[in-house]
């Protein structure tokens, strides 16, 4: 807005620092902005968002190739800037060492549940338990051979087995001996 006396241009807004300066002697002085009109202008000054940097134009050599999916060249990096060989070699060694070290973390994170599970379930514990069960088993089926008589006799313990339907290699037992392998 041009003033018409002054020849200089008047400021809408009021700031601690434009108040009252420049003014001439007979000018008005502007008026207060009502809180609606405040609170709107706060309004658009925090929604407006300017962006944080702007890419430099950097000029592509007919030797450099550029990526399609991000439309930058291979000697620019994301924030605009060249980059030489030599980073261009680190940056790859970095890739390749992040991919190593995650293949790492993930093997170190298999042998970790491996040993987890190795002290969850003790195997010697469990060959232990397996071992008193046969012990038991056999002792078992033999009383049971001694308290059973079939037709006035006593029964095998291969006929027992049988009946009974169990695994003669759980149990250790051998048909043509007609005993246990290990009792």
Not at 17 to 24: D, R
Not at 34 to 52: D, M, N, Y
Not at 79 to 105: F, I, N, P
Not at 173 to 180: A, H
Request: glycine letters at 8%.
């Amino acid at each position: 807005m041009e003033s018409p006396h002054t020849g200089r241009s008047e400021s809408v807004c009021e700031t601690p620092g434009n108040l009252g300066e420049g003014l001439p002697v007979g000018a008005k002085t502007p008026k207060p902005l009502s809180a609606s009109l405040k609170e709107r202008l706060k309004r658009t000054r925090r929604s407006f968002s300017a962006p944080q940097s702007v890419a430099k134009r950097l000029k592509v050599t007919p030797g450099e190739q550029v990526d399609a999916a991000s439309g930058q060249s291979a000697g620019e990096r994301a924030d605009g800037t060249a980059v030489t060989a030599s980073q261009t070699d680190l940056l790859r060694l970095r890739d390749t060492l992040k991919k190593d070290v995650q293949e790492k973390m993930e093997m170190l994170r298999r042998l970790k549940m491996a040993k987890t599970y190795r002290t969850k379930n003790d195997l010697t514990a469990l060959q232990d338990l397996i071992r008193k069960w046969r012990q038991c088993s056999q002792t078992v089926l033999c009383e049971l051979q001694s308290a059973l008589l079939v037709d006035g006799r006593k029964a095998s313990l291969g006929q027992l087995v049988d009946h009974l339907g169990l695994d003669d290699g759980l149990l250790h037992f051998d048909r043509t001996l007609d005993d246990f392998a290990d009792p």
